[in-house]
Structures are given as structure tokens and as C-alpha cells.
């Protein structure tokens, strides 16, 4: 009874971060100074088509770096 909890417990705890992380990731604006004056200059309609591809450029990297991280964590937990 108490490892289910424990499970529950974790499982929450997960849930609650991954749906605080997403409200930020909603107004972030991944653009350097450089992109910024870039942009500025192109139009509003460009300039949000810049900033979601900078976004989804990094986002890539954060991905498969969890992916590897989870699939290791996976292996090693019974060890």
C-alpha cells in the first residue's frame, strides 16, 4: 500500500510539473538581440514565423536529450 502511494505520489508530481513548464513555454520568445532587430524590421507575420521555428530549433536538442536521459534512468533503475 505505501509503494502505491509513493507511485501516486511521484505520478502527480510529474503531472504538475510538466503542466507548469508547458504554461511557460507558451509566452517564451526565444530570440537573441541580433534576432530581435532582425525582426523587427521584417513585420509582425515574419517575425512570429522567426520566433516559433527558434523555438522548435532548440526544442529538438531538449527532446532527444530527455529521451536518451528517460531510456537510461530506465535501465539502470533495477541495477
Known amino acids: 500500500m505505501i509503494n502505491f502511494v ?3 505520489k511521484k505520478k502527480l508530481l510529474i503531472l504538475f510539473f510538466a503542466v507548469l513548464f508547458s504554461q511557460f ?3 517564451a520568445f526565444a530570440q537573441c538581440s541580433i534576432c530581435t532587430k ?3 524590421q521584417m513585420g509582425e507575420k515574419p517575425a512570429k514565423g522567426l520566433n516559433a ?3 522548435y ?3 529538438t536538442p531538449f527532446a532527444i536529450a ?3 536521459g528517460y531510456r537510461w534512468w530506465r535501465n539502470n533503475r533495477d541495477l
Open 25 to 27: 513555454t507558451v509566452h
Open 66 to 68: 530527455a529521451y536518451v
Open 57 to 59: 530549433l532548440a526544442f
Open 38 to 40: 532582425t525582426t523587427q
Open 53 to 55: 521555428g527558434i523555438l
Open 6 to 8: 509513493f507511485r501516486m
